[in-house]
């Protein structure tokens, strides 16, 4: 009985199905789902970023043209092997979103040095911004996956950043020359 008079009370804010659901108007619902969401979001914080996704806290901040930018730190005696099109491009995107240009100033995805030596290309990840056959650098540099660079970045690249960046550049160069 006591159920029943509070439902009364309030029943021009609710309504009641089956007497036992009782839906919210769509704004203290729409309210209800920002607020949990929020509470979900704080509270697995941890657990995203242990995951690699996340959103909540990414680990890059956006140019006035929205582009995300990096701040990426030089790896000593290495150089990054790109043994494919969409390696060396993915590369290319990175370093230019952590301002690396080019010796002349071009941009990284500017140019496409990768069909040059194709499957063996490297780029020099120290000193100076350069590319070279793997073969070159194989006597006097530790040579890494682009993954791995990614990896050995503070903080590292992750996959939701790395997505933002292939979102942005597909958006506004897609037809940059890294990537033909």
């Known amino acids: 009985m006591k159920q029943t008079n509070q439902i009364e009370k309030v ?3 609710m309504i009641t199905l089956n007497k036992s659901i009782i839906i919210l108007p769509h704004e203290e619902m729409i309210k209800k789902l920002e607020e949990t969401k ?4 704080i509270q697995f914080r941890n657990l ?3 995951m690699g996704s996340d959103s909540t806290n990414s680990n890059f901040t956006k140019d006035e043209n929205g582009r995300p930018t990096l701040e990426l730190k030089e790896l000593e005696e290495t150089a990054i092997h790109t043994p494919t099109q969409e390696s060396y491009d993915l590369l290319m995107q990175i370093y230019e979103c952590g301002n690396w240009k080019w010796r002349n100033g071009d941009l990284p995805s500017d140019f496409n040095f990768w069909i040059n030596y194709e499957k063996q290309t490297c780029i020099q990840a120290c000193n100076r911004f350069e590319f070279a056959s793997k ?3 194989e006597n006097h540099r530790k040579i890494i996956t682009t993954q791995e660079f990614c990896k050995f970045q503070d903080p590292q690249i992750r996959n939701m ?6 979102k942005w550049f ?3 160069k897609p037809n940059r020359k890294s990537k033909r």
């Open 11 to 13: 029943k021009d804010k």
């Open 38 to 41: 929020i509470q979900r979001m």
């Open 48 to 50: 995203n970023q242990y």
């Open 135 to 137: 073969r070159y650098y």
């Open 161 to 166: 950043t790395i997505k933002e960046i292939n």
């Open 170 to 172: 597909e958006t506004n």
